[in-house]
């Protein structure tokens, strides 16, 4: 299994500034994902980040809005920019364990736009 | 393209009785099916994975779930439930070509009432 960790775990922001969140993974992995939990939701998935490469994103995100960052094979960042109370959501990353078929994810970063 | 449904949002049960969370999928090819369980304010826990072979699999805390696929079902099942089984559930379906995406159900939360 992968131990996966994420800062910050909560914040309050306020209306139109930007959050990066981090994830830190305990062992090299290719396939790093962000989810986002709106409240009272299941998991929407934002965007797949491969490490050398650009993120995936999935149909409604933008890079504009999520730029992601994958500078090496155990971390990962995501920015939720010019944030609007729509954006409060948990965020999640997950790791995908290859051979496994199994996605592990971290304890989740709970963010509330004021 | 895969999809996940749950058809309950909520399921009551008293302590001591058995359990069960529904979950029906559709994908392309051979299915790997997931259960995922969220405690208030903490991140997605693993449960069990069916990728092949037994159609019943046995998983965490004593629960279990039965792939059918003629029925195109992955139950979630548990002989008798505590208390502190009371929660958010996710079932996740994902196919059998590497790097597909997982795509999550809506939830369904579970209350055990003692």
């Known amino acids: 299994s992968a131990v996966i960790s994420q800062k910050p775990s909560r914040d309050i922001c306020q209306r139109g500034t930007s959050l990066t969140i981090q994830c830190q993974v305990d062992?090299?992995?290719?396939?790093m994902f962000w989810y986002r939990q709106q409240p009272g939701q299941s998991l929407t998935l934002i965007a797949t980040a491969n490490q050398g490469s650009e993120a995936t994103y999935e149909s409604g995100f933008v890079i504009d809005k999520f730029p992601i960052s994958r500078p090496n094979l155990t971390f990962s960042t995501l920015t939720v920019s010019n944030m609007s109370p729509e954006d409060s959501s948990i965020y999640l990353c997950?790791?995908?364990?290859?051979?496994?078929?199994?996605?592990?994810f971290g304890p989740g970063t709970r963010l509330t736009v004021l | 393209a895969q999809s996940v449904a749950q058809p309950e949002d909520q399921v009551n049960v008293a302590e001591g009785n058995p359990l069960t969370v529904k979950c029906t999928y559709s994908?392309?090819?051979?299915?790997?099916l997931f259960w995922y369980v969220q405690y208030p304010n903490r991140g997605l826990q693993f449960l069990l994975k069916?990728?092949?072979?037994?159609?019943l699999v046995k998983g965490s805390y004593g629960f279990e779930a039965e792939f059918n696929k003629s029925q195109t079902s992955f139950h979630l099942k548990k002989p008798s439930a505590l208390v502190s089984d009371s929660a958010l559930y996710f079932c996740?379906?994902?196919?059998?070509?590497?790097?597909?995406?997982?795509?999550f159900g809506p939830g369904t939360r579970l209350s055990v009432l003692p």
């Open positions: 996740a379906v994902t196919g059998d070509n590497y790097g597909q995406n997982f795509v």
């Open positions: 069916y990728i092949t072979g037994d159609n």
């Open positions: 062992s090299q992995v290719t396939m």
């Open positions: 997950s790791v995908e364990s290859p051979g496994y078929n199994e996605q592990f």
């Open positions: 994908v392309s090819g051979n299915p790997y």
